[in-house]
């Protein structure tokens, strides 16, 4: 590579460091502000909510919510931008809904699982995503439960292993193909390897693969649109990239693979405003930026005539360690291309600010 070229390469950028006081699981911009939260455990045992104000270099606190049981994980993604309600798992397998104006009591409730509620996602909200705004949460206790906040209780779709099948946890879940009023899976990975993708239409097991290492992490380029490529990262250090235009009959998914680290990668997410380019985290406090290249032809005839999937590469765009502990969390804003915010264990919360993203 030339120098000139390698000036057009991004850079990460340390904007903001923020120390905390307690475990920080989860970081997430609320939409269409300059405010993010970020959701923990206090060293007590009770669970945290900070909202945030980015003012220039340094982060204001605006409200600090503690509740009972320790918050694993959150999204915005099921409710409108009028109302940008928090979805939140916590510790005791409790799926709530807050209203950050007035978070004293949820707006919705329920005892979803049995344990540790690992993973949460939303869709429908946000005008991401056609169909009803729903939530889908991954548990320890191995199951995945879709819900719909204005059904009370009970979830809509059920996702738990058959009768003799042993127990998997459930460490990430995952909403795609959301593009029209029917469609929508639900993409979960497990602590064995396993790669399920439920499909809610038919409310069946759609296609299964094993990694062959703890899945931390899966998420859509995009999830409302026809499936285009999902990304799984693993404990062992690799992310898969799999095309999800083609499904062959045997074969499943084309799917490219790329040892990013020696560490766990905690975490992807795709740049909002380009579904080419993300981030993974990882278990090193290490961030990775990445460009996947489409093949010159994304199908091919097999022998028999079937069509399947080619799979394309992953280019290294920067990296850079930010941290001595594990990034557990990362979110890009939504709004402000390349504005991103990440927590880790050291107790800290960053937001970065990723350059050049528009010269790639």
């Known amino acids: 590579m030339s120098v000139g070229a390698g000036l057009e390469r991004p850079q990460v950028v340390s904007h903001v460091q923020q120390g905390l006081s307690y475990t920080v699981f989860d970081c997430k911009w609320v939409p269409r502000s300059a405010r993010l939260l970020c959701l923990g455990s206090a060293a007590r045992g009770t669970g945290l909510i900070q909202l945030y104000e980015l003012h220039g270099a340094r982060l204001e606190l605006l409200r600090e919510i503690e509740k009972p049981k320790p918050i694993k994980c959150g999204t915005f993604g099921a409710t409108s931008l009028q109302q940008r309600y928090l979805a939140t798992g916590d510790f005791d397998g409790n799926l709530n809904i807050w209203n950050l104006e007035a978070p004293e009591i949820p707006v919705y409730s329920v005892k979803g699982h049995k344990e540790i509620i690992n993973s949460i996602d939303g869709v429908g909200g946000l005008g991401i995503g056609e169909g009803a705004p729903e939530i889908v949460t991954g548990s320890r206790d191995g199951t995945v439960k879709v819900w719909d906040p204005r ?22 879940v995952a909403f795609g193909n959301a593009y029209n009023q029917e469609e929508r899976v639900v993409c979960a990975g497990y602590d064995n390897g396993d790669i399920k993708l439920f499909d809610l239409k038919t409310m069946s097991l759609r296609w299964e693969t094993n990694i062959k290492n703890g899945v931390c992490s899966v998420e859509f380029d995009r999830k409302d649109i026809n ?6 990262t693993s404990l062992e250090g690799k992310f898969h990239v799999f095309d999800l235009r083609t499904q062959h009959p045997t074969k499943g998914f084309a799917s490219v693979s790329e040892k990013a680290q020696k560490s766990t990668i905690w975490q992807v997410r795709h740049l909002p405003q380009n579904r080419d380019i993300f981030m993974t985290s990882g278990g090193s406090g290490s961030l990775h930026l990445w460009k996947y290249e489409y093949p010159a032809q994304r199908s091919k005839k097999d ?15 920067q990296n850079v360690t930010l941290s001595t502990q594990p990034i557990s969390s990362l979110d890009w804003s939504p709004d402000k291309k390349g504005l991103c915010v990440c927590g880790a264990f050291d107790q800290t919360v960053r937001v970065l600010i990723v350059t050049k993203l528009n010269k790639i």
Do not use: F, H, I, Y
């Open 151 to 172: 059904q009370k209780d009970t979830p809509v779709a059920n996702m738990e292993p058959v009768q003799g099948e042993s127990k998997r946890d459930c460490w990430t």
């Open 227 to 232: 499936m285009n490529k999902l990304v799984a």
């Open 303 to 317: 022998s028999e005539g079937s069509e399947m999937g080619v799979a394309g590469s992953v280019n290294l765009l």
